[in-house]
C-alpha cells in the first residue's frame, strides 16, 4: 500500500491550496479515506473523511465550510481542496486509509508521507 500526497506549500492568509493523495495497493474504490494534520507541538488530528463512493463526508468543526474532501476513484485519488486558510491551518498535512490488503486477514492503518502547508504573510 502505498499514498502519496502532494500540493502543500506556502499561501497567505486566506488563499487555498488543493492537496492530493495518490493511492495504491489496493482496491480504492472500496475504502473510506481520510485527512489528518498534525500541526507543530500539538496532536494529530482528523480533518474530513468521505466515503468509499464519496457520498458521505464529515468535517472538523474548525474546517467545515473552508475545506472541502473529494475522490476520483477512477484515479485512486483522494483530494483535500483548502479556502479561506488561517494562520492556524498550518500542520503537516496526511493521507489515511485503514485497508485489508489481499492475503491478509487484518485490517492495517496506513499513512501517506505528509506535506506541508504553511499559512502566512
Known amino acids: 500500500v502505498q499514498l502519496v500526497e502532494s500540493g502543500g506549500g506556502l499561501v497567505q492568509p486566506g488563499g487555498s491550496l488543493r492537496l492530493s493523495c495518490a493511492a495504491s495497493?489496493?482496491?480504492?474504490?472500496?475504502?473510506?479515506m481520510s485527512w489528518y494534520r498534525q500541526a507543530p507541538g500539538k496532536e494529530r488530528e482528523l480533518v474530513a473523511f468521505?466515503?468509499?463512493?464519496?457520498?458521505?463526508?464529515n468535517y472538523a468543526d474548525s474546517v467545515k465550510g473552508r475545506f472541502t474532501i473529494s475522490r476520483d476513484n477512477a484515479k485512486n485519488t483522494v483530494y483535500l481542496q483548502l479556502n479561506s486558510l488561517k494562520p492556524e491551518d498550518t500542520a503537516v498535512y496526511y493521507c489515511y486509509a485503514r485497508v485489508r490488503v489481499v492475503g491478509r486477514t487484518t485490517f492495517d492503518s496506513y499513512w501517506g508521507q505528509g506535506t506541508q502547508v504553511t499559512v502566512s504573510s
Open positions: 495497493g489496493f482496491t480504492f474504490s472500496s475504502y473510506a
Open positions: 468521505i466515503s468509499s463512493a464519496g457520498g458521505s463526508t
